[in-house]
């Protein structure tokens, strides 16, 4: 019996000492989900529109943001990864010796390598677009990425009393990450870059990445002002996520439209919480202004189908918003029940003490239909319409067409909902998209 048990604790420690030489004191987990570190070729981004429309410097001046979207650091793995998923294990010691890496792919002309946007587009880096920058940005931290790594201190993590690596670093933990479209007029410098319409052709490179820097993962290369570079990663899963936008997006470069004015405030006057629950409303007009190029397409065939390169609008609330927001007032539909958006807009901070509960804001088109709220810039398909459709010619300006439509904005009880009334204030914000079908 004594010479099994001394025989067992032997190879146990054996096996720890082996185990620890090789790794350090992180060691890469696989638990809650598979996870094989970061494929190389199978970054992503998710929220964009499916295409972005290009069109001249007087109507697009420098700098105008042509699309942009958030992402968490699932949507840039080339695995399924879970908010608690754990990625890594660490030893107690190293709790402040823990970070997230992350910085534009440095090493090519078109994924990172050259911040053509100067001082006025500050983090804009030339891309696989002619005429457009790429900005990344952490959420966490405000910072724009960088062709040499940045670096942010993970912290709040949380622990295994019961492990020899009882530090847990999870998906969750990683910040998401911001991209943007830039107009920019470097055409000339950007020799290499896509000057043509439809999908952008191979190769798909990473735009940037999210690593992982820890004692026995990351690689002596990742430091703070070091080139930002998959190829400097001597560990396989120092890499946990990476940008490419290059297959999901389309380019058009076509005659469209722009947003001048729109009502900036929408104020409704005081009622009581009796007022609206016996069925009380207030309602305002949402005038938005806006100029379409000559040749510009914006209204559907007289069979209600809308044809490639259509301009069309939408409203919407931010996507980080959406699912609270169809947790309260339901969902929109479209024709063949196809979920748009939401029907309604709740306030900023839903919830929280002093926030009016069971009201919302609903829109409304000139002819009585409703106007569902979009999630974020992608969204539903069905939220969008064509941009003339219910609008009116006011003047011109310049070569362009002015025009105006007019929504009805009303506030109530939200409807079809077993919410009561509570007395608070109501602040909440949308904001008007335009986009090239």
């Known amino acids: 019996m004594c010479q099994a048990y001394c025989r067992m604790l032997l190879l146990l420690s054996t096996t720890l000492l082996l185990f620890t030489q090789a790794w350090g004191v992180c060691i890469y987990s696989a638990e809650n989900g598979n996870w094989d570190g970061q494929s190389f070729a199978m970054g992503g981004f998710t929220g964009l529109p499916s295409a972005i429309n290009i069109n001249s410097l007087d109507f697009q001046p420098s700098g105008t943001v042509l699309a942009s979207a958030v992402a968490p650091l699932p949507a840039l793995s080339s695995s399924a990864l879970k ?7 660490c030893a107690a010691t190293d709790v402040n010796n823990l970070y997230e890496y992350y910085g534009t792919e440095a090493t090519n002309a078109l994924t990172g390598q050259f911040e053509d946007g100067g001082a006025q587009v500050p983090g804009g880096y030339r891309s ?40 847990l670093v999870k998906v969750k933990n990683f910040s998401t990450v911001k991209l943007e479209f830039i107009r920019f007029p470097n055409e000339s410098s950007a020799t290499d870059a896509f000057t043509g319409s439809g999908p952008l052709p191979a190769p798909y490179w990473n735009a940037g990445y999210l690593a992982f820097g820890g004692p026995g993962i990351s690689s002596a290369n990742i430091d703070v002002g070091k080139p930002a570079t998959w190829w400097t990663v001597s560990s396989p899963y120092a890499y946990v996520g990476s940008v490419n936008y290059a297959q999901s997006i389309e380019v058009r470069r076509t005659s469209s439209c722009k947003v001048n004015n729109v009502t900036p405030y929408v104020l409704f006057p ?24 000559p040749n510009a397409s914006g209204s559907s065939s007289p069979y209600g189908t809308i044809a490639t390169g259509t301009t069309m609008m939408a409203i919407a609330i931010p996507s980080d918003k959406a699912n609270a927001s169809s947790s309260i007032t339901g969902l929109a539909y479209g024709p063949g029940g196809a979920v748009i958006g939401s029907p309604a807009l709740i ?9 009016a509960q069971g009201v919302a804001v609903t829109l409304k088109h000139q002819n009585g239909q409703p106007v569902a709220f979009n999630w974020g810039v992608k969204g539903y398909d069905g939220a969008w319409w064509p941009i003339l459709d219910g609008a009116t010619q006011i003047g011109l300006a310049g070569s362009s067409k002015a025009y105006r439509k007019t929504l009805t904005a009303t506030f109530g009880k939200i409807a079809n909902r077993s919410i009561k009334v509570t007395a608070g204030s109501f602040n909440a914000q949308a904001e008007v998209l335009i986009r090239v079908q």
């Open 128 to 167: 696989k677009i002619a005429g457009v920058l790429v900005r990344l940005t952490n959420t966490s931290t405000g910072e724009y990425f960088s062709h040499t790594w940045k670096r942010r201190q993970l912290s709040g993590l949380d622990r295994d009393a019961n492990s020899l690596f009882p530090i």
């Open 347 to 355: 306030s900023d901070h839903y919830g929280n003490t002093g926030i």
């Open 83 to 89: 908010p608690e998923q754990i990625l890594f294990r």
């Open 270 to 293: 005081s009622m009581s919480v009796a007022q609206m629950e016996a069925g009380k409303v207030a309602s305002a007009t949402i005038n938005i202004d806006f100029s379409c190029q």
